[in-house]
Nanobody, 117 residues
Framework: EVQLMESGGGWVQSGGSLRLSCTAS????????MAWVRQAPGKGLEWASS????????FYTESMKGRFTISRDNAKNTLYLEMNSLKSEDTAVYYC??????????WGQGTLVTVSS
């Protein structure tokens, strides 16, 4: 069974930093692209960031560029999201997801990030 478990969320002041982690199991992690998806309060899902299986190709939504860094450690079956210069609009539940055929077919339960202005 595919399982994804996010961690690292919490409360942080505006301008601060936070590092999210996602541990994966139940599939060959290094064969798949991975993504971070977030949902702000009262808003829809947003494909925030993703990384190819080999880490050579990345995507960031425009608001994250220059502030967030996605990375992965295939030896540890772990995906990361380093978040810097956090803003109140970054407040959201952040989900880790497994990509397949340009869609997301497995999700974690999410970790809440709250940024205080």
């Amino acid at each position: 069974e595919v399982q994804l478990m996010e961690s690292g969320g919490g409360w942080v002041q505006s301008g601060g930093s936070l590092r999210l982690s996602c541990t994966a199991s139940g599939f060959t992690f290094e064969d798949y692209a991975m993504a971070w998806v977030r949902q702000a309060p009262g808003k829809g899902l947003e494909w925030a960031s993703s990384m190819a299986w080999n880490g050579l190709s990345t995507f960031y939504t425009e608001s994250m560029k220059g502030r967030f860094t996605i990375s992965r450690d295939n030896a540890k079956n772990t995906l990361y999201l380093e978040m810097n210069s956090l803003k109140s609009e970054d407040t959201a539940v952040y989900y880790c997801a497994k990509e397949f055929a340009c869609a997301l077919n497995a999700w974690g339960q999410g970790t809440l990030v709250t940024v205080s202005s």
